[in-house]
């Protein structure tokens, strides 16, 4: 009505097209910012070959299809009809709703390798717990202790190892992905509240192993300054010998 008023009906007209024109250019423009974040993210991680290729070729899918409507969408910018705007922006919205769908199923994807990276570091844990507690053994000194905490790391070591495996192999299995990333995130949070727990076992072994490790200390010097006073009781002594 107001166009009606005023005469500039074809301006008015033109000035929205182009709005919305650019609106939908800079929404392609963001998704193609956020899928290269995403191909980066997916290329330095260490995802096995083969789920690493499907997570790139899904991404180079989507990225193709993003720029075919780019061009689509540039040209309606010369004169396109209001229909055609709508049809633009349904099929925007539609990439959309895909870019998210793909981007929640690879994030799961490296969350996963994350964790499992935590998991392996956690036995890696327990193996350097053996060899503190074998070099202080050898030293001497009561690991009693230690031992008995080694073993509660270890165990819960092994609880978080079947967690995750449990998980990897169920997402693996999953056909639908997106539910499946809804029980994932559910594993996840416990293994990661297991993992709390462990690292309060680590700490107490890290305060107790410095413990031992001190008491060991002061016994050597103790013991090596005994040794050094007998030596010079006895040096003290063949000297006294020899005068007489």
């Known amino acids: 009505k107001e166009c009606q008023k005023d005469g500039d009906c074809e301006l008015k007209k033109f000035n929205l097209r182009n ?17 290269e974040k995403l191909v ?3 290329s330095e991680s260490e995802l096995d070959d083969e789920t690493k290729e499907n997570a790139l070729t899904q991404i180079a899918e989507l990225e193709a299809k993003l720029s075919a409507e780019k061009v689509e969408v540039e040209a309606l910018a010369d004169g396109g009809s209001a229909e055609e705007l709508r049809d633009a922006i349904k099929a ?110 680590l700490r107490e072994f890290a305060i107790k192993f410095v413990e031992v490790k001190k008491s060991l200390e002061e016994t050597e010097e103790v013991e090596e300054s005994e040794t050094n006073e007998s030596n010079k009781s006895n040096e003290s002594e063949g000297s006294g010998a020899e005068v007489e």
């Open 92 to 201: 925007m919205k539609k990439t959309w709703q895909d870019t998210r769908h793909i981007q929640k199923i690879i994030v799961a994807s490296l969350t996963h390798s994350k964790l499992g990276d935590l998991v392996e570091k956690h036995i890696g844990l327990v193996r350097s717990m053996d060899a503190k507690i074998e070099n202080l053994e050898k030293k001497g000194a009561n690991v009693n202790e230690l031992v008995e905490i080694r073993e509660r790391f270890s165990a819960k070591v092994s609880e978080i190892e079947a967690e995750y495996g449990a998980a990897k192999e169920e997402w693996k299995a999953a056909e639908n992905k997106q539910e499946a990333s809804k029980a994932w995130r559910i594993t996840q949070a416990k293994v990661r509240e297991s993992m709390k727990e462990s690292r309060e076992i």
């Open 19 to 35: 709005g919305v024109n650019k609106h939908l250019v800079k929404t392609i423009e963001l998704i193609e910012k956020s899928l």
């Open 40 to 42: 980066n993210k997916v």
